[in-house]
């Protein structure tokens, strides 16, 4: 079949490669001049089943309400009045009782994801900073911690590994962490690192010349004129994604929740190794081979804008200099990016209520690194 795909993020990617795979004659167009250019650019570089949990709990609710004022926060919702946003947190309430479920499904995704990742990263000889130290999450609340505990027990349920660790094992574990003001942590060594940016311009790379994939820089202003001259439309347009739904009448409640990275360069010795996940503060942590560490973090409901915010990228600075009191802050590069964020927190990977020649494989939210490699074996199955 002939098949365009919207959007070359590293939902289109990995899609890209399993249609081809499959002998699909596949097309990409994205209207960026080159792969991975949007969300899937600088983000936290975390391939973490142990990051699963959906968003969805009156606990998050009650939080981002008490910091609704305060500029810094980890989470922030724009007052501005937005029929989109309103709607959707209105989902996101009703989607509380599923939390449970959906993050067992998530975690079993994720899981998944992981192997089918290391699979394509060997069979193509892919270079992208992978670093298989695992994920150690730290906490310094013990409300927290004890929340933690039972999130693990979903965890467990859906074959993840993770487990309790103390003071003195977080200290054996990544000895360049500050761990004072810590009570505790979990770890788990089957998650994993790698740069999305490599991975998606190596793999680019590999479609265009091995699997015959065309890749052309055009926008899309409507999925029925997408559809001329090719069998099957498969949109993997992030936060595009929702517009292009709706030109044949499909409603997907995506939102573009930003969020930030900073990718510290020369960070020196006293950095860390393993990757972490702070999640009180939501921020992540990725080494991305000698020379460059990477935090991300933050949660920002306030529409379609990547300005970046000083305001928003100190907070990423201040975490990275009290964890880790001799790191080397000289060379910072700031990024901001929009996470295509559904209100259950789980990705669209369906056809089209509307017309039987259109897919979707998006929405993957705060996931989507981890979740993609799944995702795009089980559409180009569906297709
Ligand atoms: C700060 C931050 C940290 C994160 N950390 C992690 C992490 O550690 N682990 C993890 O798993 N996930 C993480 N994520 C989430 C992850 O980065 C995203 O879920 C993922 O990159 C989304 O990929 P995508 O392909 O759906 O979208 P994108 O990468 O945004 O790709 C969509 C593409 O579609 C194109 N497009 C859109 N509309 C059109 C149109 N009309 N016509 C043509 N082209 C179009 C765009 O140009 C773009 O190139 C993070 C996100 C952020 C913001």
Redesign the pocket.
């Known amino acids: 079949m002939k098949i365009k795909i919207?959007?070359?993020?590293?939902?289109?990617?990995t899609s890209a490669y399993y249609l081809a795979k499959n002998n699909h004659q596949v097309t990409i167009?994205?209207?960026?001049r080159y792969?991975?250019?949007?969300?899937?650019?600088?983000?936290?570089?975390?391939?973490?089943a142990s990051?699963s949990e959906t968003w969805n709990s009156w606990k998050n609710i009650r939080q981002a309400s008490k910091w609704i004022l305060k500029k810094d926060a980890p989470l922030l919702i724009s007052l501005k009045p937005d029929l989109h946003k309103i709607k959707w947190f209105i989902k996101f309430i009703n989607s509380i009782s599923q939390r449970k479920n959906n993050t067992l499904e998530t975690c079993k995704m994720a899981l998944n994801s992981g192997m089918l990742y290391k699979t394509i990263a060997d069979e193509e000889n892919i270079e992208f900073d992978m670093l298989q130290k695992g994920i150690l999450h730290i906490y310094k609340d013990i409300k927290q911690l004890n929340l933690a505990r039972e999130t693990n027990k979903i965890y467990k349920l859906a074959g993840l590994e993770r487990w309790e660790v103390n003071k003195s094992e977080l200290n054996n574990i990544e000895p360049s962490l500050a761990n004072e003001n810590i009570v505790g942590g979990f770890y788990n060594t089957t998650d994993f690192?790698g740069d999305?940016h490599k991975f998606?311009m190596e793999l680019s790379n590999i479609l265009e010349n091995k699997y015959n994939v065309q890749f052309i820089k055009?926008?899309?202003?409507n999925i029925h004129e997408e559809l001329i001259n090719s069998d099957l439309v498969l949109v993997?347009?992030?936060?595009?994604?929702r517009?292009?739904a709706n030109s044949i009448g499909d409603n997907l409640p995506i939102y573009p929740?930003?969020?930030?990275?900073i990718t510290i360069n020369n960070p020196g010795n006293n950095s860390p190794w393993v990757s972490l996940l702070d999640d009180e503060k939501k921020i992540?942590t990725?080494r991305l081979g000698e020379k460059r560490l990477r935090i991300?973090?933050?949660a920002e409901f306030a529409g379609y804008n990547t300005d970046i915010k000083w305001n928003r990228v100190r907070p990423l600075i201040r975490w990275a200099e009290t964890n880790f009191p001799n790191i080397n802050t000289e060379d910072i590069k700031p990024?901001?990016?929009?996470?295509?964020m559904t209100p259950n927190m789980m990705p669209i990977i369906n056809k089209s209520k509307k017309n039987k020649k259109v897919f979707y494989?998006?929405?993957?939210?705060?996931?989507?690194?981890?979740?993609?490699a799944y995702s795009a074996k089980y559409i180009s199955e569906l297709i």
Request: net charge positive; aromatic share 6%; glycine share 18%.
């Open positions: 919207i959007g070359s993020g590293i939902t289109g990617i167009v994205d209207e960026r792969p991975a250019m949007a969300t899937s650019y600088a983000n936290g570089c975390q391939i973490s990051n690192t999305i998606c055009h926008h899309a202003k993997c347009a992030g936060i595009g994604s517009k292009l929740v930003k969020g930030y990275s992540v990725a991300a973090g933050t990024w901001a990016g929009l996470r295509p494989n998006t929405g993957h939210g705060h996931l989507g690194w981890t979740l993609s």
